[in-house]
């Protein structure tokens, strides 16, 4: 207590000629019990008089009572402040025997702090073994440290089991956890190795135990009471097993470390409802599991596999789809969780996404180069690789976001459906701007331009172009029915058809789950031509499905010399001309016929027996055959087909009854005839009671057998001769009729007026 330097005396006695201590200053607390002893500026030398280690201060309580008590050195505390090993220790296998207790123990240098309570060190023969329970390790707290070393092998073995937790781990930093929003984590850590103090290098044995911990990333993504048991090799491999919760299920699997990247390998089940769907475009559904890869290195990456079996994808665009039970492997790869981007790979196609939405999604290879050159962070690019397309399914009703950044879309399409025209090898780019979509497209034959505006109003111009217009005939058609808004208008320039050449057409689509019109109708052809009959009116044709309600307005011409209407109907003609203005009910009904009505026919004709359907029934009407098989009963004269050289007139059909306002003029090959009156609706509103005039003229030398049948006691004389010389006005009297029409439509009453 009084001369604390012979402590140091004595410690160099003991150390023999090996090292030797020395210091600045040495100082007592004269406490009879329990002395401490306090060195400042240690420094301790080797034989050579090399300074092996230097210590700042070094502090040692001694409790005599106990250390006689148990016959081995008890201590209060033992503390070695600043600690710097300047060189290499040169140890001898001195085998001295020795046993200390230490209740406090402090070492600090620049690369380490060490404390602990209850210290046991013991010494047999040179064999060293050191126990410590509770203390810190670099601020890492522990529950027990073991040392051990044999006189014969210059390692040190060691036990140690820690206590971490989340702070512990970021203020030592051991592991980033930068990338999560948030964590708790309860990590017990069991640790066996060896230390190599000349290569200052450990080889250990870990397990890591985490109980109830949690992690969130940067998206908001929450993996919760995690329980994981890891074990770590020579090699610092790590390894083991974990379970934890995530969104809607338990997921449990293995975790793989190498160094500083950790893979934790599971399987999960994704409600596929919930991923991909846009609509009829693109639609995901079904119960799906996937195995999941998640590597945390200086970043938290994701990956998930499966060959989507229990999947079902459903989409307008055929490619796309596939059935339940078919195999589709896909991978799923997000390459930072703190900033998530996805990016899904299959078969069929492949897609990147970034947190803003970013990204393309491509289907085929024939976009590849283009991709490669695209910048991905200042909008979504769609590329499409198709083997058929259906233009009207771009149209289809969609439930998408308006707010979407889609840029672009590029398509090349095999095959190609464009109101029922087929067109092979065709391009596609659709550029999506700021108030309005642009698109351009070109190929064998079909090339022009599409403009999309905020409205949804769409603009389609055509030039060069070979295309028949089967939509015009498809008011009714499944293509049009399935489309519930269309609002487009449709310009084409040098149209070719199977049977005609278009020079200009202009037409308006518009159609929503009510009406179809084509509307503001102006097209203009080699044998086709629709306009407005009127300045400042317009042309349309509509239909209401609601109540069957038909309107057609417009000037109509067709020079239908190669009979192309005749491939929809069943009569055809060589010219029509006809100025409309009507709406009906019933597309053969003809029910509640209301407007106007002008026209020109030539050369007319039914191909078959005329049908039961309203139009032709009043055609029956004006049959000649018939009219000549009421005034003679000769069957042979009688003929159920319709031919006319050449008709025209004018009507105009009220609520109550259609009045032919100018007389209908008809000619046929055996006649030339004049009809005029009216014809009144039943209570169902069908044009049914006749109340017709008709003057009938036969063309007497060009049908010798009806005149004389008529008439009778007229010689047919061979050749003809003497009809064909006559030049009579007496012969024009004798051969002009008169006759009242009356009865109904599907039962007429035809009567001569000037029969003798």
Known sequence: MYRPESIVFITNKFLADSYSIEFESIDSKKNFISPNIILSKVLIKDIKNKEIIRVEEISLGIKILQSI?????????FVLKNIQF????????????????????????????????NTFINSKNGDLSIFSMKGYLNKIPYEELSIYKTIELPQYFYSADFELNEVIIENEELVDLNQFLDKKINLNLKSKGYFYTELNKTLSFNKYIFTESKLVTQSNYEINDINSILYTNLD??????????????????????????????????IDMNDTFNYGQYLHFSGMQEFSTKMNINDTVSLEFTSNLENTSIKSNIDDLRK?????????????????????????????FIDNDNNGYFSLGSGFNNELKKIKTNNGFYIFLELDELSFDNLFSENQLETNTNLKLIKLKIDKLNFFDNTYLDQYFEINFLANETYANFSGKNLNGSMKIDSSGFIRIDVFDTKFEFRGLNSLNSNNTARINNINLRFIGNNIQTFDDKFQNIDFYLLKNNKITTFDNINISSNSFNIKPTRENEKAYISYNNTNNLYKVRGSYEINDKNNLISNFINYNFGYLFTDLNIQWVGLNELKDLEGKIQFKIKDFESKTSLSDSAFLRALKILNLNSIIGNLTNDSNLISSNLIIDRAEGNLYIGKNRALITQPIKLETAEAKMNWS???????NGLLEELNLDLEMRLKVSENIPWYAAIFGGIPALAGGLVFENIIDERLDDVSTFKFDVKGSISNPEIIRLDKQ
């Open 323 to 351: 059935e339940i039970g078919s195999n589709l492997k896909t991978t799923i790869f997000v390459s930072d969780l703190s900033q998530p981007t996805y990016y899904v790979e299959n078969k069929k196609f492949k897609s």
């Open 86 to 117: 300047i060189d290499s220790i040169e140890t001898e296998n001195r085998r001295s025997s020795f046993k200390f207790k230490i209740d406090n123990v402090y070492i600090s240098s620049n690369d380490f702090t060490f404390s602990s309570k």
């Open 236 to 269: 610092n491999k790590i390894s083991g097993i974990f379970s934890s919760e995530i969104p809607d299920q338990k997921i449990r699997g293995s975790i793989l470390s190498d160094n500083q990247n950790i893979t934790l390998r599971s399987k999960v089940v």
């Open 677 to 683: 009156g009216d014809i009144l609706k039943d209570n």
């Open 69 to 77: 008590t148990l016959k081995n050195a008890h201590f209060n505390n």
